[in-house]
């Protein structure tokens, strides 16, 4: 038996995001020097409403890029004889941009730190900054997000689930799911 609780509706979503593309480009005095990098899956999606939102108020498209960084992850051993590999995408040279990386949950800080060695491959930007939708705490690496939808404490026997409209065919929301 599990149990669900929505913590973040579509609307809140949609707020979180527009109040993260406000805070990166006071933060880089703008959106000229940055580039947005989704990691795969639901952070890629979030990285374009984002850059729909810069756009809205700055009237600037920023660059999207797309990054997987399945063979990156240090348990890659765990996840089976052949992980499914996609395709990583990032159209404009990082080499001296404000790179955000985008993703859904920051937990553990392990996806944070294979996405970081990923990027090490593709230049030397000037700086990364790190944007998550929600921040569930229990870090095992030192790793903390710049732009934060929502802080949601929760018990490693929880599962934050983030359901989004382009990714899961379901209108947007995100619960916390708790085993029983």
Do not use: W
């Not at 990583?88 to 955000?100: C, F, K, L, P, S």
């Not at 404490?153 to 599962?159: A, C, F, L, Q």
């Not at 379901?170 to 029983?180: A, F, H, L």
Request: proline share 4%.
């Amino acid at each position: 038996m599990t149990n669900e609780k929505q913590i973040l509706s579509a609307e809140e979503i949609r707020r979180s995001l527009t109040r993260i593309a406000h805070e990166i480009a006071e933060r880089n005095e703008g959106v000229q020097n940055v580039i947005l990098v989704g990691i795969r899956r639901r952070g890629v999606p979030l990285a374009r409403r984002i850059a729909a939102a810069l756009a809205d108020f700055e009237g600037q498209q920023v660059p999207i890029g797309q990054l997987d960084i399945t063979l990156y992850r240090d348990d890659l051993h765990m996840r089976g004889p052949a992980p499914l590999v996609r395709k990583t995408e990032i159209q404009a040279d990082i080499t001296q941009r404000v790179v955000v990386l985008v993703d859904d949950v920051l937990y553990t800080g392990r996806t944070v730190r294979a996405a970081l060695d990923a990027l090490a491959d593709l230049g030397r930007p000037m700086c990364i900054q790190l944007a998550v939708l929600v921040d569930r705490g229990h870090r095992e690496l030192p790793i903390r997000a710049d732009f934060v939808g929502k802080n949601v404490p929760t018990s490693r026997e929880e599962r934050v689930e983030v359901r989004l409209s382009e990714v899961d065919d379901e209108p947007d929301q995100v619960t916390i799911v708790r085993s029983e």
